[in-house]
Every structure is written in C-alpha cells, then in structure tokens.
C-alpha cells in the first residue's frame, strides 16, 4: 500500500489531507497558512472552517467537508488532534478512505501525546495524505538554516555574521525571527550584512545582551561594564541579560567537560562552537564553579532579592572577564 507523502513545510502543496505533526507551532501555522493562501488563490470563494479536535462530535467532519449548494471548495482545519475526541478517530479514519474531492482537510498534531495513535498510523499508511514535519529546532545550528533557508527563498544572499546576528537579536522566536528576514528581504538589497542587521535590530534587549556576554567572556571587563551601564540606563530589565550570562556561562562548561564534543552533540552551530572553544583558554573547574555560584546570586538580586542588582551584575561581569579568579 503506498504510503502518506512527506514534504518540507515550505514546500507543502494542498491534498486531500494535511497532517501537520511536531511541536513547533510556528511552522505549523506557517504550514496552515501556506495551503490556505494557495487554496485561496486558486478559487478566491473558498470556504473556510476550523474547529478544535477536543470540542469535535460526531459527524461533522462530513458535515463541513460536503459538497455546498454552489460548489465552493472547502478548507477544514481541526486544530490540536493530540487532544481529540473518539469520535474524532472513529470518523477520521473512515474519512481517510473516501475523502471529499471539494474538499482539503488539515489535521494539527503537536506530538505531545500519542492521543489519536490508530488515527495517525491509518493517514501514514494512505497516499491521500501529505505529513508536514513541523519538530522543534534544536540548537544553533538548526536556527542557522532556517534563517538561511527564508532569506534562500527571497533570493537573497546572507553572510555567517549576519545570521549570527540575528540568531543574537531573536533567539528562540522562530516568529520573530521570520518577520525580521521577511523585513530585511523587503527593505534591503540582494545581500544582507552583519552591519545592516546590526541597523535594523542592534538596539534589542537581546542583542545588548549578546554583545555584554561576549565582551565579558572575551576578558574584556570595560567594554562590558560600559555596555551594561549603558542597557541599564536606558531602561533594559537586568533579568534577561543575566539569562543570557548563564546561557553563555552553561555552552562553556558543557565543552569544559567534553572537549573534544561536535557541534552537532552540542545544539551549536559550528561558528558558535569556535568561539566558545576560543573562550574557555584559562578557565578551571574552580573558577567555572564560582561564575556559577555568581549567576545564581545575579539572578535572585535581578529578580528582586538585592536592593542593588546592578552592582551585583556588574560584580558578575568582572568574575566572568577573569574567568573565576576572585
């Protein structure tokens, strides 16, 4: 029996069925927004409906998949099937064997659960079917291609260090971090720099982040007083440049203790694994336990345990630009 298609988010065409399954629920919605705008611009009177899998009854999925008076097509998406009905999965699987020809139907699973297990293996074993992978990004270095894959498909050419960059200002926010390759790609010409990134999002609270935690693990103490002092003049909340200390201050004790670690087994890009190797020269276990020690007492005081936080980060900063040594 031939098996359900698997296909890359972005190159997801519509299907009878959809099954939109992992627990990124940007590239879920990415997923469900792309077969509706191609559905749409092909027959612009589509008809759309979307209901929630854990307020599903029995027959509706026939209901809202039936031919209408004046054959519009028809788009259902049954959202989070990881908390469906039984009814659900009894009229699924019948669904899976006769489907609608008006109709596309998306089904979104988050991978939580194994909840609609029988549901999942009947579309898996079915041709009808189109599974989107929509899995967490893990690491650096998965950020790193997604970032490069959208400015890929804008056809714009993008360097190491603005991808570095942005993955600085954006973190995890897989949405946040699309809307600002999205505006790059509109505004900017073919090839995006670290210098306009830096134009466009270098005042971020992440980035300011980013660069304080650099200078200090580069034993550049001044450089990461005044930057610190500058973030919070202006304004920016101590706690998540501490998050971002620790972040750094946790990549270096896990190649303190492997290091002959890959990128790959770290969840770093390998640009970022270099520079993190460059920075552990110097360190010991004993000064790596005290940076420790520190960001745990930074971490209460920005949080509201010290009358004075700024002082105990900027004590923080000069424990981490001497790498522990007191």
């Not at 049954?78 to 109709?103: G, K």
């Not at 699309?178 to 670290?194: F, K, R, V, Y």
């Not at 949080?303 to 004075?308: H, I, P, V």
Request: with cysteine; net charge negative.
């Amino acid at each position: 029996m031939a098996k359900a298609k698997q296909v890359d988010w972005r190159k997801v065409t519509p299907f009878a069925i959809v099954l939109a399954f992992g627990a990124e629920d940007y590239l879920v919605n990415r997923t469900v927004r792309s077969v509706r705008d191609q559905l749409k611009a092909i027959s612009p009177e589509l008809e759309v409906h979307e209901i929630e899998a854990s307020d599903y009854s029995a027959g509706q999925l026939i209901d809202l998949t039936s031919p209408s008076l004046f054959a519009e097509p028809k788009l259902l998406i049954i959202r989070s099937v990881e908390r469906c009905t039984d009814d659900l999965i009894t009229d699924a699987i019948a669904y899976i064997e006769n489907p609608s020809a008006d109709a596309t139907v998306v089904f979104t699973h988050s991978a939580a659960t194994v909840r609609g297990k029988k549901m999942l293996d009947a579309m898996r074993q079915n041709s009808k079917v189109c599974e989107v992978l929509c899995a967490k990004l893990k690491g650096d270095t998965d950020r790193a291609s997604f970032v490069t894959a959208e400015f890929t498909a804008a056809n714009r050419q993008v360097s190491h260090a603005a991808v570095r960059a942005l993955l600085d200002a954006f973190g995890d926010n897989l949405a946040e971090l699309s809307a600002a390759c999205a505006q790059l790609s509109q505004d900017s010409a073919t090839n995006i720099t670290e210098e306009l990134v830096d134009v466009y999002y270098g005042g971020r609270v992440e980035t300011t982040a980013w660069k304080i935690s650099d200078a200090a693990l580069a034993a550049r103490p001044a450089e990461a007083l005044s930057l610190l002092r500058h973030a919070l003049s202006s304004g920016v909340d101590p706690v998540p440049i501490v998050a971002t200390l620790s972040k750094s201050v946790r990549e270096l004790a896990k190649l303190f203790g492997n290091r002959t670690a890959t990128a790959a087994s770290l969840g770093m890009d390998p640009w970022k694994l270099e520079k993190v190797r460059k920075n552990l020269a110097g360190w010991n276990e004993d000064g790596l336990a005290k940076v420790v020690n520190a960001l745990a007492e930074a971490d209460a005081a920005a949080k509201g345990a010290n009358r004075d936080p700024n002082f105990v980060l900027e004590r923080l900063l000069l424990l981490i630009a001497a790498k522990g040594s007191s």
